[in-house]
C-alpha cells in the first residue's frame, strides 16, 4: 500500500512537471493581418518592413509592419520557437494553389506567451536582427532593412516620404509667368512629421515614373531627391506642385541637400544625371510657422544627361549661405537694411 502511495506521488510529480513544462513553451496566439496595401504592386514598397515588440505580462506583443508576401497569399500564420535566448520569429503566408508574380505589404498582428526573458537574440524569417533588450524599455522597434533600433523614449526612426501627390495647374505658361521654385515646409499633425510642397516643378513632357526619396546619410544631413525618367523642359513645359510628407523629423535643424534625378526609363532606375538644387540649412518650424527655401534650378537638364553629370557633382546649388529676397533672386551679399531671406529663414533689418 505504501509502494503504491509513493507510485500515485511519483506520477503526480511526473505530470504536475509535464504541465508546467509545456506551460512555458513559447506559443503564438490572435494572429490577424491587414489587406494587401494594392499601390505596392504598381508603385513599389511603401515602406521598410520593421518589427515591433512590446512587453507585457505574460509575453510579447509582436507587429510586423509593412512584411512583404506574395499577392496570391492565403492564411497568415507566425511561428515562434524559442531556444536559450534565442528567440526565431517566421511567417507563413500561405498561396494556396496560386503563385502571382507580384509582392504585398501587409501588417502582421500577433502574441508570443511565456517569451519572458529581459533579453534575446532574435531572428525575423531567418534575417539575423541581433539582441533586443526589454530591461530598460517595454517597446522596441526595428527596421529590418536598415535594422536600426528604436525604444520607446525617443525613436529614431529612418526618416522616410510618405504620400507623394501632384497637382498640375497649368499647362500653357505664359511668358512673364512667375515660375519661381520653393521648397516649402509645415509641421504635420504629428510631431514627428513635416508636410513640404515643391512648388513650380517643371514637369517632363513625357514620363513614366515620378518620386521623392528621403534619407539620412552617415553624417546626418537630410537629403531629399526628386526622381523622374523624364527630362523637364525638352520640347513643352508642365508645371506641378509636388505634396509630400517627411515622417521621422525629430531634430530643430538639418543640414539639407535637394537634388533632382532622371533615371532611365526602364525597371533597373539607372542615375543618368543628378543635380544638387540647395545646399544649407533648414531650420524646422514649430506648429506656428512655415519654412520656405528658394530653389534655383535653371540647368538644361537634356545637356546635362548627355554629358552625364553624376550624383557626386553638384550644379547650381548654392556655395555658402543662401541668400535670397522676398522675390526668390538670389542676392550675392546681405543687405544693409531691408527684409530678406537667409538658408530659408526671414531676416529684417
Same mark, same amino acid.
Given at each position: 500500500?505504501?509502494?503504491?502511495? %509513493?507510485?500515485?506521488?511519483?506520477?503526480?510529480?511526473?505530470?504536475?512537471?509535464?504541465?508546467?513544462?509545456?506551460?512555458?513553451?513559447?506559443?503564438?496566439? *490572435?494572429?490577424?493581418?491587414? *489587406?494587401?496595401?494594392?499601390?505596392?504592386?504598381?508603385?513599389?514598397?511603401?515602406?521598410?518592413?520593421?518589427?515591433?515588440?512590446?512587453?507585457?505580462?505574460?509575453?510579447?506583443?509582436?507587429?510586423?509592419?509593412?512584411?512583404?508576401?506574395?499577392?496570391?497569399?492565403? *492564411?497568415?500564420?507566425?511561428?515562434?520557437?524559442?531556444?536559450?535566448?534565442?528567440?526565431?520569429?517566421?511567417?507563413?503566408?500561405?498561396?494556396?494553389?496560386?503563385?502571382?508574380?507580384?509582392?504585398?505589404q501587409i501588417n502582421i498582428y500577433f502574441t508570443i506567451f511565456n517569451a519572458?526573458?529581459?533579453? $534575446?537574440?532574435?531572428?525575423?524569417?531567418?534575417?539575423?536582427?541581433?539582441?533586443?533588450?526589454?530591461?530598460?524599455?517595454?517597446?522596441?522597434?526595428?527596421?529590418?532593412?536598415?535594422?536600426?533600433?528604436?525604444?520607446?523614449?525617443?525613436?529614431? $526612426?529612418?526618416?522616410?516620404?510618405?504620400?507623394?501627390?501632384?497637382?498640375?495647374?497649368?499647362?500653357?505658361?505664359?511668358?512673364?509667368?512667375?515660375?519661381?521654385?520653393? @521648397?516649402?515646409?509645415?509641421?504635420?499633425?504629428?510631431?514627428?512629421?513635416?508636410?513640404?510642397?515643391?512648388?513650380? $516643378?517643371?514637369?517632363?513632357?513625357?514620363?513614366?515614373?515620378?518620386?521623392?526619396?528621403?534619407?539620412?546619410?552617415?553624417?546626418?544631413?537630410?537629403?531629399?531627391?526628386?526622381?523622374? *525618367?523624364?527630362?523637364?523642359?525638352?520640347?513643352?513645359?508642365?508645371? #506641378?506642385?509636388?505634396?509630400?510628407?517627411?515622417?521621422?523629423?525629430?531634430?530643430?535643424?538639418?543640414? @539639407?541637400?535637394?537634388?533632382?534625378?532622371?533615371?532611365?526609363?526602364?525597371?533597373?532606375?539607372?542615375?543618368?544625371?543628378?543635380?544638387?538644387?540647395?545646399?544649407?540649412? %533648414?531650420?524646422?518650424?514649430?506648429?506656428?510657422?512655415?519654412?520656405?527655401?528658394?530653389?534655383?534650378?535653371?540647368?538644361?537638364?537634356?545637356?546635362?544627361?548627355?554629358?552625364?553629370?553624376?550624383?557626386?557633382?553638384?550644379?547650381?546649388? #548654392?556655395?555658402?549661405?543662401?541668400?535670397?529676397? %522676398?522675390?526668390?533672386?538670389?542676392?550675392?551679399?546681405?543687405?544693409?537694411?531691408?527684409?530678406?531671406?537667409?538658408?530659408?529663414?526671414?531676416?529684417?533689418?
Open positions: 500500500m505504501k509502494e503504491m502511495r %509513493l507510485l500515485l506521488v511519483f506520477l503526480l510529480v511526473l505530470a504536475t512537471g509535464g504541465a508546467v513544462a509545456q506551460e512555458s513553451n513559447v506559443t503564438v496566439g *490572435d494572429v490577424s493581418n491587414t *489587406d494587401c496595401a494594392m499601390r505596392t504592386r504598381s508603385e513599389g514598397n511603401i515602406g521598410n518592413p520593421r518589427l515591433k515588440l512590446t512587453r507585457f505580462e505574460g509575453g510579447l506583443y509582436g507587429e510586423l509592419i509593412n512584411c512583404e508576401v506574395n499577392c496570391a497569399y492565403g *492564411d497568415v500564420k507566425v511561428i515562434c520557437q524559442e531556444n536559450d535566448s534565442n528567440l526565431n520569429i517566421g511567417v507563413d503566408a500561405g498561396t494556396g494553389d496560386i503563385l502571382a508574380a507580384c509582392v504585398c519572458l526573458k529581459d533579453e $534575446y537574440q532574435v531572428t525575423v524569417r531567418g534575417k539575423n536582427i541581433g539582441k533586443v533588450s526589454f530591461k530598460e524599455h517595454s517597446v522596441v522597434e526595428i527596421d529590418l532593412v536598415t535594422l536600426a533600433q528604436a525604444y520607446e523614449e525617443g525613436f529614431d $526612426y529612418p526618416v522616410k516620404v510618405e504620400g507623394l501627390s501632384t497637382y498640375e495647374f497649368t499647362k500653357n505658361i505664359q511668358p512673364g509667368e512667375n515660375l519661381n521654385k520653393v @521648397l516649402e515646409f509645415l509641421r504635420g499633425e504629428g510631431q514627428n512629421s513635416l508636410f513640404c510642397s515643391y512648388q513650380n $516643378y517643371v514637369l517632363p513632357c513625357e514620363y513614366s515614373y515620378l518620386d521623392v526619396q528621403a534619407e539620412l546619410d552617415k553624417d546626418s544631413t537630410l537629403l531629399i531627391n526628386v526622381m523622374t *525618367d523624364g527630362i523637364p523642359g525638352q520640347g513643352c513645359l508642365r508645371v #506641378a506642385t509636388l505634396f509630400f510628407n517627411l515622417v521621422n523629423v525629430f531634430r530643430e535643424s538639418y543640414h @539639407l541637400k535637394f537634388y533632382h534625378t532622371i533615371v532611365s526609363a526602364d525597371e533597373e532606375r539607372q542615375v543618368r544625371c543628378s543635380v544638387c538644387l540647395y545646399d544649407g540649412v %533648414l531650420n524646422v518650424p514649430d506648429a506656428n510657422n512655415t519654412v520656405s527655401i528658394p530653389i534655383i534650378d535653371d540647368n538644361d537638364y537634356n545637356s546635362l544627361v548627355v554629358a552625364g553629370v553624376g550624383s557626386s557633382q553638384t550644379v547650381g546649388a #548654392a556655395t555658402g549661405p543662401s541668400i535670397v529676397d %522676398l522675390q526668390g533672386r538670389r542676392l550675392n551679399a546681405e543687405p544693409k537694411h531691408g527684409v530678406y531671406i537667409r538658408n530659408g529663414k526671414k531676416v529684417v533689418k
